[in-house]
């Protein structure tokens, strides 16, 4: 399967770096073509201009330096998201990319005014690891989980209409020790092998 994987933090040695490099590594064993975009690493611009906006508007690309981004997006049948969650949301790096990669033509369109669903039909396993400072009760009942919904609801309209999604957040890393963390990883990272490995 050709599997597309988006990763976001600013260390090379961070637990979030960790669970890439295992996911790659697992991933690879078992024969998946795996394209990595580590937006840090290649200095990723998230800056929506006012141009790229205006051509949003008019339901039309506007953004020719996103061609390599682009195609691996509409490449992919899979889809998984390594990151941080920072103030219950998505880090804006990763934020961005969304705003300038998902462009009209690529991920959504417009037809009389309705936003038109399934424009990455390819797309057909879609994961996303994240960690949290926070324990998990606090994410889920006091903040209500908004990252979750917002990607698990929001994204996986654009996917495969027969899709296999999973959200793994990883809570609580900032007063869990490195043994712990370390199973944590590995229960996730198995458990993604799992989805991306069934018929």
């Known amino acids: 399967m050709r599997i597309l994987l988006v990763y976001c933090h600013p260390s090379p040695a961070s637990f979030v770096a960790s669970i890439r490099e ?9 024969g998946h073509e795996v394209e990595v975009i580590d937006l840090y690493g290649e200095g990723f611009d998230p800056v929506l201009d006012a141009p790229s906006w ?25 889809l998984i998201l390594v990151y941080p969650t920072w103030w219950y949301g998505l880090p804006a790096m ?11 033509g690529v991920a959504f369109s417009l037809k009389n005014g309705l936003f038109q669903l399934h424009q990455l039909g390819a797309l057909r ?3 996303v690891v994240t960690t949290y400072g926070s324990p998990g009760s606090f994410i889920r ?3 209500g989980d908004p990252a979750r919904r917002q990607v698990m609801r ?29 199973r944590a990883r590995d229960r996730v990272v198995g458990r993604i092998m799992r989805q991306m490995d069934a018929n």
């Open 154 to 182: 929001g994204l996986s309209l654009q996917f495969a209409r027969r899709l296999s999604r999973s959200w793994r957040p990883i809570y609580g890393v900032d007063t869990r020790s490195e043994s712990d963390l370390s």
């Open 94 to 104: 990763l934020k961005g990319w969304f705003d300038r990669v998902w462009q009209p």
């Open 54 to 78: 205006r051509a949003h508007r008019d339901d039309r690309s506007a953004a020719a330096d996103l061609s390599r981004h682009i195609a691996a997006l509409r490449a992919a049948e899979g």
């Open 141 to 143: 009942y006091v903040v």
């Open 22 to 30: 295992a996911l790659v590594r697992e991933l690879a064993a078992k």
């Open 125 to 127: 396993r879609f994961a």
